[in-house]
């Protein structure tokens, strides 16, 4: 090794190098010399090929793991952070295994209060990554090469502090290092204090993660460590950490639902009275456009149903536009048959049974008499076909009281898979605003997201559907 080191070696030859090091727990240049050493002895001591040291048995772990020639093999750099949920973050190196992912960690200093190196390296069947300034990784700039050898970048816990430092693009340790290096899809599941999850700061901070498309699972509500404590800031159970991760392993990053075809109600419908006025409602479409536009940004051929809204048609999509409900319905069937299908419309309940084709007039003391017809429930009739239902069908409830009990009941009548939940009352400026905070009703209960803008909430309704599909197989 006098004459020549790594650094002098190809890529490809650093690369294999590199691979081989880390799953003996060694630094690139002891691998070097431990396979001279091997080739040296090979013909004198066949039975001593590898010093005791190098022939101890490393874990085996239960899932294939990455070699040289195993390139199409999924990784993911697993960052544990300094919260009582890192316990959590042990089963999850396991869980992520068995699904033929293989698992490289990065434990924070506050983590290893909680977790040892020892049993995270034994999960995963490699070294554990803990310091910026390791010697025998450093040599090579390792915290520029763990953010680049990794399909995904998976914060388990995601604590406030290492939101915080994400958010503000600190980099003072190996995993804010690391996070602010790599080029990856990066997901978070957060865990913390309900009164650290609330605060503006991690609000704020969760804002701009968003935006930059950092992805988020969790938190759920439950009962918190520290006795008396409950509220929303659990970290997401294993499972579903798992489940928000394949979809994004298993596609091109930012493509959750390349493939997949959804169509999207959106906006009101107008239902004539005569030639100049017409029954409808306040909805302005900025949340079904918004859904509609995270659906085609996510690869989805996406078909967006419109009544008349004043926005721009999303880019992307192929949208049609439509006045009346009867219109709405016919251009849905005619869109089907779609693996999904997001019914965000406001459909007027009611239309004139027989619109006037001439302006009626004003007469003093005698208002007109209006027969109603009810309008067809479009949410209902795709939700019951029998043939190209759609493996999806999601509907929304604008409520102003009782939301989730109306929303469950809903959810129960009109046979739909989905109810997203929002109060429209006029205090909360939902209706025609830009922000939203909804709950999302399924079988297994009531998810209730942090109030964010639509468009946030639209990549959040895309990412937990990509979930959905990928945990069903569809």
């Known amino acids: 090794m006098g004459s020549i080191t790594i650094r002098q070696l190809d890529d490809d030859l650093k690369h294999r190098l590199r691979l081989r090091a880390a799953r003996h727990g060694r630094s690139m240049e002891d691998e070097a010399r431990t396979i001279l050493r091997d080739a040296a002895s090979e013909e004198t001591a066949p039975a001593a090929r590898q010093p005791a040291a190098a022939r101890r048995p490393t874990p085996q772990p239960q899932s294939p793991r990455p070699t040289e020639t195993a390139d199409h093999l999924k990784r993911v750099l697993l ?179 390349a493939g997949k075809s959804v169509l999207v109600t959106s906006g009101p419908t107008h239902e004539s009275i005569d030639p100049v006025r017409y029954i409808a409602n306040r909805s302005s479409g900025k949340q079904g456009h918004a859904i509609a536009a995270a659906a085609a940004q996510a690869g989805a051929e996406v078909t967006l149903v419109s009544g008349p809204v004043a926005l721009p048609d999303p880019p992307g999509v192929n949208t049609v536009k439509v006045e009346t409900a009867q219109e709405m319905l016919a251009a849905v069937n005619q869109s089907l048959p779609v693996d999904v299908g997001i019914f965000a419309a406001a459909v007027a309940d009611w239309r004139v049974e027989k619109a006037g084709t001439n302006k009626m007039k004003k007469q003093a003391g005698r208002p007109p008499k209006l027969a109603l017809s009810e309008n067809p429930d479009i949410l209902a009739t795709v939700a019951h076909r029998t043939r190209g239902r759609p493996a999806l069908v999601i509907g929304f409830a604008a409520e102003t009281e009782r939301i989730t009990e109306h929303a469950k009941a809903k959810l129960a009548r009109k046979g739909c898979d989905w109810i997203v939940a929002n109060d429209v009352s006029e205090s909360t400026g939902v209706m025609g605003g830009d922000s939203n905070a909804v709950h999302l009703i399924t079988k297994d209960g009531v998810e209730s997201w942090p109030p964010q803008s639509k468009q946030e909430v639209a990549r959040a309704l895309v990412r937990r559907i990509a979930n959905a599909l990928a945990e069903t197989g569809r």
């Open 79 to 257: 960052i544990v952070g300094g919260g009582i949920a890192a316990y959590k973050s042990l089963d999850l190196i396991r869980r992520l295994q068995e699904r033929g992912v293989a698992v490289r960690c990065v434990l924070t200093g506050a983590a290893r209060h909680f977790i040892t190196t020892l049993s995270a390296g034994a999960l995963a069947g490699e070294r554990v990554f803990t310091d910026l300034f390791d010697a025998d990784t450093e040599f090579d700039v390792g915290h520029i090469r763990l953010a680049r050898e990794t399909d995904l970048v998976l914060v388990a816990p995601a604590t406030a502090d290492l939101m915080a430092k994400m958010a503000t693009g600190a980099a003072d340790d190996l995993a804010s290092a690391v996070l602010l290096a790599t080029a990856r899809p990066v997901l978070i599941a957060p865990a913390m204090n309900p009164r650290m999850w609330s605060h503006p700061a991690t609000r704020r901070n969760l804002a701009t993660l968003l935006e930059d498309g950092v992805i988020v699972v969790g938190p759920n509500a439950g009962e918190m460590a520290e006795q008396g404590e409950a509220g929303l800031g659990r970290m997401a159970e294993p499972l579903e950490i798992v489940a928000a991760a394949l979809p994004v392993l298993s596609a091109h990053p930012g493509k959750l639902l």
